[in-house]
């Protein structure tokens, strides 16, 4: 399967605290994606981060990159109850037209 | 700017039947991919289009089916439902370079098929 593994594959921290959640993917990309989803809802773009870059920012997200382990994290800060969701990652299969997504993290963030 | 727009939100379909889901992309984006989410296999790709050409094609049964129009609006197709069809199809919008572009969703279609 080309699917992507993260981990953990649930989480549940209380609120204030920092939530740490990992991507691995098997394939060379172009750029690795991190998306939100609530309930079985659509999916919300977190953000983008390409090939060239190690570690990226947007508010209280930091995302980093490794392509020699083919890995990728996303740190969320001082998390928030309206946080919990799942969370995945999505690599774009080195310009296929098609992203191939991780299992998920279940973030459960206690108020 | 508005989002991505599926169409409908909800189905119930039988066994058998067959289903049409529509897909409205960011206005100006041209590629337009469609997505299954089930709790057994997660997310998976069905295909994808560009200017009403499909790009990728995802491991999905003959079955299942799209095709883009002119002013970049996807539709997709399930004949012969089956109860494992039963899922959320997402769909996800890019402007459809090469290269490094962000992917939108819609909120999905949830299919149950009785």
């Known amino acids: 399967s080309q699917q992507g593994e993260e981990d953990p594959q649930a989480l549940s921290i209380q609120e204030g605290e920092n939530a740490t959640m990992n991507c691995s993917y098997k394939?060379?990309?172009?750029?690795l994606q991190w998306y939100r989803q609530n309930s079985g809802r659509g999916l919300v773009h977190l953000i983008l981060?390409?090939?060239?870059?190690r570690e990226k920012h947007s508010g209280r997200l930091r995302v980093t990159l490794d392509t020699s382990k083919k890995s990728s994290s996303l740190l969320i800060t001082a998390s928030r109850a309206a946080d919990t969701a799942s969370y995945f990652c999505?690599?774009?299969?080195?310009?296929?037209?098609?992203?191939?997504f991780g299992t998920g993290t279940r973030l459960k963030v206690l108020a | 700017k508005a989002g991505v727009t599926q169409t409908p939100r909800y189905l119930i379909k039988t066994r058998g039947q067959q289903v049409t889901l529509s897909c409205s992309p960011i206005?100006?984006?041209?590629?337009v991919s469609w997505y299954q989410q089930t709790p057994g296999q997660g997310l998976q790709f069905l295909f994808e289009?560009?200017?009403?050409?499909?790009?990728n094609k995802g491991n999905f049964p003959g079955r299942f089916s799209g095709r883009q129009f002119s002013n970049s609006r996807s539709e997709m197709n399930v004949s012969t439902l089956e109860l494992g069809d039963s899922a959320l199809y997402l769909c996800?919008?890019?402007?459809?370079?090469?290269?490094?572009?962000?992917?939108?969703f819609g909120q999905g279609t949830r299919l149950t098929v009785v």
């Open positions: 394939t060379s990309i172009n750029n």
């Open positions: 981060i390409r090939s060239n870059e």
């Open positions: 289009y560009f200017s009403e050409t499909q790009r």
């Open positions: 206005s100006g984006h041209r590629s």
């Open positions: 999505a690599t774009d299969a080195g310009g296929t037209y098609k992203y191939i």
């Open positions: 996800a919008s890019t402007s459809g370079g090469s290269g490094n572009t962000e992917a939108f």
